[in-house]
């Protein structure tokens, strides 16, 4: 019988006992184990991997069908389960042992799969597929965390770490876990800190990259091209780090205005400007005018969408950017 795992709990009865969960999101498999199943099945649970099983299948069986060493309400969670073991599964269900529970896992089954028909075609046993998390879905994970932690983010961060972590919500989990730590006597977190935090964080070489081509060095910026070997996923951060900078820079240009010293316009940013970067930026102050900024700043913005919708010319399309719109451009 088949399942969606949010409809799980309401299909939870003591009378199914053999529980197969499959798919490629294995971050979300865990947590409906350790959050549903688990609580609901038993506290004695026994772990097993397939190939444990297929190697000692007399001594597996034996230990199931005597009783030697389960007592009542034991769960038996059996780990990266394929084919090779649905005659093992077929017979212990068929024997009927009604205090003992199962939780197979799998990784992607096709519709082929003979474990996959057998569990979709019996309404004795539940099958929950669980596909890869979206963009959205993990966005949204971000956005309860950083609600119920009430720490204060933009939309456009948050989007930034969900885009990062690659379709996987162990990862994601995994930097939110870095950044609450972190937050611990903080109530808010800006994009510099959290590219320095987690391991979604840029490199020294897109951070240069970055800092090169705002100042418009042209030598520098074009060796950092031709050593790098840039990613879809690259060029997202290169644009978005050069969004942060970018709006650094026109904080620093209006307050420019205001005081007229550089020095002082600088040193008085929060947060602090890095030692190695405040001579750079005082190049880039001198050469980019405020309109200037907010232009740039608009054309990153919509070189972002186009990025994402060309994925496989990504790359070719950053660099054009960058040539064309920075280093060989004069204001």
Known sequence: ????????????????????????????IEETINNTLKPNLSINIFNYDESEILSNTDEFKDGIFNKSFFDKDKLIIINRATDKILHI????????????????????????????KFFEASKSVI???FYEDNYQSLTSIAQIFFREKKIGISAQNINYIAERAKGNRINLKNELEKIENYCQKKKSI?????????????????????????????????????????????????????????????????????????????????????????????????????????????????????????????ICIMNNFILENLVLTSN
């Open 1 to 28: 019988m088949i399942v969606k795992f949010f409809d799980l709990k309401k299909n939870l009865k003591n009378n199914i006992n053999f529980y197969l969960l499959y798919g490629s999101n294995s971050g979300l």
């Open 89 to 116: 599964i077929e017979e212990i269900i068929d024997k009927d042992i009604k205090d003992l529970k199962f939780i197979i896992k799998s990784g992607v089954l096709e519709k082929k799969s003979k474990f996959r």
């Open 127 to 129: 099958i929950i597929p």
């Open 190 to 314: 800006e994009f510099s800190e959290i590219t320095k935090l987690t391991n979604l964080s840029e490199n020294y070489d897109i951070s240069e990259l970055v800092n090169q081509c705002i100042a418009q060095n042209k030598r520098k910026t074009l060796h950092i091209l031709n050593e790098n070997n840039s990613v879809f996923e690259d060029n997202i951060l290169i644009l978005r780090t050069f969004l942060y900078k970018l709006k650094r820079l026109k904080k620093l240009k209006n307050q420019l205005e205001i005081t007229n010293n550089v020095d002082t316009a600088i040193s008085s940013y929060k947060p602090p400007i890095f030692w190695m970067e405040k001579d750079l930026i005082k190049q880039q102050l001198k050469i980019w005018s405020l309109s200037k900024i907010k232009l740039l700043i608009t054309q990153v913005n919509d070189l972002e969408l186009l990025v994402k919708k060309n994925s496989e010319v990504s």
